[in-house]
């Protein structure tokens, strides 16, 4: 792409000249007479200075999107092309929701390992609200969580498990010995929670107040699943999860709550970049996620019986 489009958009993405020749490593005078130089050629000004810094024009807004949409295509064709012409990629990243990182995905890179071993392999945590600008960036290759909303034309989605969110405690907690727990039970109880998740605290929350109560009263966040389980585990907080991931809540000694009515329930798989379909290891990995979902999916249904 054009140095000055890309110039352009660390800009507006940064919200500042200096921060924008920052991140590019040019001096604030050479970034400036590129943007002067893209602005003479549109015959536009595309920033707007004041006393409080710079915005962007109504031509910068324009410019912005189409940058935006540019700067997409440009990635998209860039890997399509690479991965015609080597069939390899050197790196797979992948973002996992609370459903699929804690072993979902774990056993899937063991099995990609033996596959690809010339690929290197990344896991980080997140949930699809916040981590699908990234898979729309080119920064993630895979990313496991819910549906939510439309997707992007450039992105596929391959379903893969239907989850159900409940609420976990210690075994010895008194409403885990209650045979149908109420929104109304929960009033006054102090929640732990995965901070990444906001769309399952506001369905939490929308539960709640269906019997009249307030917001669950979060005392402790945390980022990773299993930190959280072990918090719980010690203490008599409530914590939300997948029933997916209950064998692994039980290690830790919680137990599910039995609601007496549904909290939510979504589907869920994986989304991924339909160019990145050309790497034969994003194709293997839709493969072995159907697997390894389904084993998972059948293994739960026996132990539910």
């Not at 989850?163 to 976990?168: K, L």
């Not at 798989?269 to 790497?279: D, E, I, N, P, T």
């Given at each position: 792409?054009?140095?000055?489009?890309?110039?352009?958009?660390?800009?507006?993405?940064?919200?500042?000249?200096?921060?924008?020749?920052?991140?590019?490593?040019?001096?604030?005078?050479?970034?400036?007479?590129?943007?002067?130089?893209?602005?003479?050629?549109?015959?536009?000004?595309?920033?707007?200075?004041?006393?409080?810094?710079?915005?962007?024009?109504?031509?910068?807004?324009?410019?912005?999107a189409?940058?935006?949409?540019?700067?997409?295509?440009?990635?998209?064709?860039?890997?399509?092309?690479?991965?015609?012409s080597?069939?390899?990629?050197?790196?797979?990243?992948?973002?996992?929701?609370?459903?699929?990182?804690?072993?979902?995905?774990?056993?899937?890179?063991?099995?990609?390992?033996?596959?690809?071993?010339a690929?290197?392999?990344?896991?980080?945590?997140?949930?699809?609200?916040?981590?699908?600008?990234?898979?729309?960036?080119?920064?993630?290759?895979?990313?496991?969580?819910?549906?939510?909303?439309?997707?992007?034309?450039?992105?596929?989605?391959?379903?893969?498990?239907?989850?159900?969110?409940?609420?976990?405690?210690?075994?010895?907690?008194?409403?885990?010995?209650?045979?149908?727990?109420?929104?109304?039970?929960?009033?006054?109880?102090?929640?732990?929670?995965?901070?990444?998740?906001?769309?399952?605290?506001?369905?939490?929350?929308?539960?709640?107040?269906?019997?009249?109560?307030?917001?669950?009263?979060?005392?402790?966040?945390?980022?990773?699943?299993?930190?959280?389980?072990?918090?719980?585990a010690?203490?008599?907080l409530?914590?939300?999860?997948?029933?997916?991931?209950?064998?692994?809540?039980?290690?830790?000694?919680?137990?599910?709550?039995?609601?007496?009515?549904?909290?939510?329930?979504?589907?869920?798989?994986?989304?991924?970049?339909?160019?990145?379909?050309?790497y034969?290891?994003?194709?293997?990995?839709?493969?072995?996620?159907?697997?390894?979902?389904?084993?998972?999916q059948?293994?739960?249904?026996?132990?539910?019986?």
């Amino acid at each position: 792409m054009d140095r000055r489009i890309n110039a352009f958009l660390a800009i507006a993405e940064t919200g500042s000249l200096t921060a924008a020749a920052q991140a590019l490593n040019v001096t604030q005078p050479a970034l400036t007479k590129t943007l002067r130089s893209l602005e003479s050629d549109l015959g536009a000004p595309l920033l707007k200075r004041g006393a409080r810094g710079s915005t962007l024009t109504a031509a910068g807004e324009r410019l912005l999107a189409q940058a935006t949409a540019m700067r997409r295509a440009w990635r998209s064709a860039r890997e399509e092309i690479r991965a015609l012409s080597s069939g390899e990629l050197e790196r797979l990243r992948i973002g996992a929701g609370p459903a699929y990182h804690p072993q979902i995905v774990p056993e899937l890179i063991c099995a990609l390992r033996q596959e690809f071993p010339a690929t290197r392999i990344e896991m980080d945590t997140g949930v699809n609200d916040s981590e699908m600008p990234r898979l729309i960036a080119g920064e993630i290759d895979l990313l496991l969580g819910a549906f939510n909303g439309q997707a992007k034309e450039t992105i596929g989605r391959h379903p893969l498990l239907e989850i159900e969110t409940v609420i976990y405690v210690r075994a010895g907690h008194v409403l885990g010995k209650s045979r149908a727990v109420k929104a109304a039970q929960l009033g006054d109880a102090l929640w732990l929670v995965y901070k990444k998740d906001d769309m399952v605290h506001a369905r939490i929350n929308a539960w709640l107040a269906t019997a009249g109560c307030s917001e669950a009263r979060i005392v402790v966040q945390v980022g990773a699943l299993t930190s959280g389980f072990e918090i719980v585990a010690g203490s008599d907080l409530l914590i939300s999860g997948p029933r997916q991931v209950e064998p692994l809540a039980r290690r830790y000694g919680l137990v599910p709550l039995k609601i007496a009515d549904t909290i939510w329930r979504f589907q869920s798989g994986v989304c991924f970049r339909k160019a990145s379909l050309a790497y034969p290891i994003v194709r293997r990995s839709l493969e072995l996620l159907d697997g390894i979902c389904g084993l998972a999916q059948e293994g739960r249904e026996r132990r539910s019986r």
